[in-house]
């Protein structure tokens, strides 16, 4: 969904929380959504959305709409598609580096223009690093469908796999929201993805670190 239409239920400051929402609020190592919000002859940018209280917020730079005013609001899409290019793409190099290596992902960002992920990797061996990237893409390059659905938590902790996290477990709720991609990576995530990975292209490593004992980091982005 890039177009929409909701209700203001809340103006705070140069912010904004809808009635609903297309905008991707920033969280889980991705920025948020920016794009345009529309109402009478104003239209106003969406420079970031966020989580609050009462809802996702949109902060605006322009005029604000009233409490009560229906809107219409629209994502930048070449932005949301890149994030959720990129998105997809680490899923399935996440997965990759887990089945060759063992490593865990102990943080992640991924902005329009670029992402870093880290490894709990202990040693750093660029050649395995690279080895790794091309299998992605070997596999992003293939046919693999990624489907959304939705488990109970406590059935998703129990199956193997399904924490990609080093130290972090999902959401203490109820029910969790599941990204499979088909054939390759199964776990809980709340974010955007393509529909299928060969929508991705191709992971190209822009530069590897190594942060610290047992973390080494590894800036990329997605071509074309």
Known sequence: MRV??????????????????????????????????????????????????????????GGLPRVGEVV?????W????????MHTGLHVLAATM???????????????????????????????????VEETNRRLAV?????????????????????KLANRLPPDVPVLRIVEIEGLDVQADGGPHVRNTVEVGRIMVVKLENKGKANRRLYFTVSP
């Open 143 to 163: 046919d693999h469908p990624v489907r959304v659905y939705y488990l109970e938590r406590e059935k998703v902790l129990s199956m193997p796999g399904m924490v």
């Open 4 to 61: 929409f239409s909701a209700e203001v239920v809340e103006v705070s400051g140069d912010a904004v929380v809808l009635d609903r929402t297309a905008f991707h609020p920033r969280g889980g190592g991705l920025v948020s959504d920016v794009g345009f919000l529309r109402f009478g002859d104003v239209v106003s940018r969406v420079v970031e959305a966020f989580f609050t209280d009462g809802g996702v917020a949109h902060r605006l730079e």
């Open 78 to 85: 070449e932005k949301r598609y890149r994030i959720m290019r």
């Open 98 to 132: 887990v089945e060759k290596t063992g490593a865990l992902i102990t943080g992640n960002n991924i902005s329009y223009d670029g992402g870093r992920v880290d490894f709990s990797l202990e040693a750093f061996d660029r050649g395995v690093i690279e080895e790794v």
């Open 72 to 76: 219409e609001g629209e994502v930048d």
